[in-house]
């Protein structure tokens, strides 16, 4: 069996920034204060309180604004500012398999956004789902990240991103998997990627079926009901979402819409 190689934090940032190397150009000198109250909807958004969010140059890997820090993480916003991604990664558990997700994850957004045609490429969300970080108390726990694109490069890459970071502890069991997911111009060009099997997959984490089943839970339908309205048998929906539930490691079935929602599944 193949061990998942052990890096230095030095390593693992230089990882990272080789993963986004395709980027050609630098970000724009509009004001970051413009953009967030261009944003201002997430400091309406209660989910987003007690949420680590902010700004992201991808062309060097460094924070422009980041908020929330300490509560979530123990460590000042001043920190990131000043030391750009490597304090992002300081604040993973160190065990190989969590944090070699990181420059994995960004390889796949980089290499999903090269398959998308150029014109593309600018209407687009990535998701990483299941890195596990460190609370002040030291306590591990499992999180998304939600990713969208401000400024882009003349070959349209993002360069300066929008980003959340939430804690999903609450609605998955442990877990040692983590996912990505991008989706391009509303579904247009979805792919996936898993830490199970480490391939770049042009489909969705659900397949159709499975996405008719969550949509009818998501509108509260029972089995029975569900399986009227797809015309298959009860047990063949139950099937689906234990399936679905045990693919995200989501806690139960609530948790799994949940989820299927910060991961744009669902809207």
């Known amino acids: 069996m193949n061990k998942t190689p052990n890096y230095t934090l030095d390593q693992l940032y230089g990882r990272c920034l080789e993963a986004v190397n395709q980027i050609s150009g630098g970000t724009s000198e509009k004001s970051i204060d413009k953009y ?7 400091n309406k958004d209660t989910t987003y309180l007690n949420a680590v969010y902010g700004i992201i140059d991808l062309s060097n890997l460094s924070f422009r604004y980041i908020t929330n820090t300490t509560i979530a993480l123990g460590v000042s916003e ?3 500012i000043k030391k750009g991604f490597s304090q992002f990664l300081q604040t ?4 190989a398999k969590n944090t070699s997700g990181a420059p994995a994850l960004l390889s796949f957004l980089m290499d999903s956004l090269k398959n998308t045609p150029t014109d593309l490429r600018q209407n687009f969300a990535a998701y ?17 990240v939600q990713l969208f694109g401000l400024e ?17 502890d609450h609605l998955i069991k442990p877990t040692e998997q983590f996912w990505g997911r991008i989706n391009v111009n509303n579904g247009a060009f979805i792919t996936t990627f898993s830490s199970k099997d480490m391939i ?13 089943v969550l949509k009818l839970l998501l509108k509260g339908f029972e089995s029975k009901q569900i399986a009227e309205k797809l015309f298959i048998s009860s047990n063949t929906v139950d099937n689906h979402r234990k399936n679905m539930i045990r693919r995200l490691d989501a806690r139960d079935t609530t948790a799994l819409v949940q989820l299927t929602k910060y991961l744009g599944i669902l809207k």
């Open 36 to 42: 967030l109250q261009e944003m201002g909807f997430f």
């Open 78 to 80: 001043e920190n990131f």
């Open 92 to 95: 993973m558990t160190p065990e």
């Open 128 to 144: 990483a789902y299941g890195i596990k970080h460190l609370r002040p108390s030291g306590k591990a726990f499992h999180t998304m």
């Open 152 to 168: 882009y490069d003349k070959n349209n890459f993002p360069t300066l991103c929008f980003f959340v970071v939430k804690d999903i």
């Open 200 to 212: 770049l997959k042009k489909q969705d984490i659900f397949s159709k079926r499975e996405l008719d």
